[in-house]
């Protein structure tokens, strides 16, 4: 950071003579009507710094064109860049609605709930094992039994830990890779965007089974599910579809790839989304 040019080429001949520049200051600020002890809002006092432990020292005040200081907001520009991608990171990886969902908050009200609570906690806990691993997830079973509350609280504790979480929609999955099929939208291949969705250390697919479930389909969600397999990464499916229904989906080879080393979780108690906090 070089100083301003007003600063850099004050002419000193113009200054009194042996008079410190102290002593000077506090004239200055007792003419303009300022405290005489606050030297810091002087122009030849500026730019001031400020130092970021993790990325050394960055202005906080500059002297404009019209010799005017210009205070800068105390942040370190380096660390507010990092807390903005960690909030998008976050955004992307749990929906508004289930932001709140945790591990504590989940309410059990039959022994289903709590084996699924288990797996999902224990899953979250040995996140990093259980990548290692490529282990996968699949949650499936009746709408509003709590499959988005664990995937949001495992996404939550994997987050917690540094790793970065995607979740996205079947839908999604199937849109983005076929809007690269369109001239002129983007400038993404479909391997970029298959590789995108292989690039998370744990992609959550929710909505499998929503949509039609056309051979084009499953060849998409395949070709993202067989990348993260063949690269170890971990995968959780969300569906409201049964065991057969989500194999049926996906077809057999990615539902094999899935459930190896994985495991597989079947909600299948009533929905408690109404008047609970369960989803
Ligand atoms: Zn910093």
Not at 151 to 158: K, L
Not at 218 to 243: A, C, Q, W
């Amino acid at each position: 950071m070089s100083l301003p040019k007003k600063f850099e080429s004050k002419d000193k001949s113009k200054e009194r003579p042996c008079v410190p520049v102290r002593e000077m200051a506090r004239d200055l600020l007792t003419k303009w009507g300022f405290d005489p002890t606050n030297e810091a809002i002087l122009p030849d006092r500026h730019p001031q710094y400020r130092e970021c432990a993790r990325h050394g020292r960055y202005p906080i005040s500059m002297v404009d064109e019209q010799d005017v200081v210009r205070y800068i907001a105390p942040v370190c520009s380096i660390c507010a860049a990092e807390h903005a991608s960690q909030r998008l990171m976050e955004s992307a990886a749990i929906p508004r609605r289930y932001i709140d969902c945790d591990f504590d908050n989940y309410v059990v009200d039959v022994p289903g709930q709590q084996t699924a609570l288990d797996v999902c906690w224990d899953y979250a806990e040995h996140f990093a094992e259980r990548a290692s691993k490529g282990s996968s997830l699949i949650l499936c079973g009746n709408p509003g039994t709590g499959k988005n509350h664990l995937a949001s609280a495992i996404a939550r504790t994997v987050l917690s830990m540094g790793r970065s979480v995607l979740h996205v929609t079947a839908y999604d999955v199937i849109a983005r890779i076929r809007q690269t099929w369109q001239r002129g939208i983007g400038n993404s291949t479909e391997l970029e965007v298959i590789r995108g969705f292989a690039e998370a250390d744990l992609l959550i697919i929710d909505e499998v089974g929503k949509t039609f479930g056309s051979d084009g389909e499953r060849v998409h969600l395949f070709e993202v599910i067989d990348h993260r397999y063949r690269d170890m990464k971990p995968t959780i499916i969300l569906s409201n579809e049964g065991v057969e229904g989500v194999e049926k989906y996906l077809g057999a080879a990615a539902f094999d790839r899935l459930c190896q080393n994985g495991g597989l979780l079947l909600f299948d108690w009533q929905s408690y989304r109404r008047g609970r906090t369960g989803a």
